[in-house]
C-alpha cells in the first residue's frame, strides 16, 4: 500500500509564492512517476505538473508553465511543487498522486493509482 500526504498549502497574495510538498510512504518511491493535480470549487480535477520517476522528465498544464516547478528528492520520498507568481485562478485542492506505469506528457487521472488528501491554497487578489 502506498500512502501520500501532502503539505504547505495555505493562503498567499497574488504574485506571492507558495512550496507545496508531497511525502509517500510504503512502497518504493522511485518506482513512480509522480504527479500534481488541482481542483476548484465546482471544476473538474485537472492536471498541472508531472515528473519522471528519476526526476529527468517534467511536464506542465499550459496554464502554469513557467510559474510552477515541479521536483523529486528520492531519498526524501518527497516530491515538492514549487508555485511563483501566483494568481486568483490558482486557488484550488491540490493533489498528489502516483503513477507506477509510463510517464505521460499529458496525464490524465485514471493513469495514477495512489492520491493524497489534498491541500487547499488560496491566492488572495
Known amino acids: 500500500q502506498v500512502q501520500l500526504v501532502e503539505s504547505g498549502g495555505g493562503l498567499v497574495q497574488a504574485g506571492g509564492s507558495l512550496r507545496l510538498s508531497c511525502t509517500v510512504s510504503?512502497?518504493?518511491?522511485?518506482?513512480?512517476?509522480m504527479g500534481w493535480f488541482r481542483q476548484a470549487p465546482g471544476k473538474e480535477r485537472e492536471f498541472v505538473a508531472t515528473v519522471s520517476r528519476s526526476g529527468g522528465f517534467t511536464s506542465y498544464a499550459d496554464s502554469v508553465k513557467g510559474r510552477f516547478t515541479i521536483s523529486r528528492d528520492n531519498a526524501k520520498n518527497t516530491i515538492y511543487l514549487q508555485m511563483n507568481s501566483v494568481k486568483p485562478e490558482d486557488t484550488a485542492v491540490y493533489y498528489c498522486a502516483a503513477d507506477p506505469d509510463s510517464f505521460t506528457l499529458t496525464p490524465r487521472r485514471s493513469n495514477f493509482d495512489y492520491w493524497g488528501q489534498g491541500t487547499q491554497v488560496t491566492v488572495s487578489s
Open positions: 510504503g512502497r518504493s518511491f522511485r518506482n513512480y512517476h
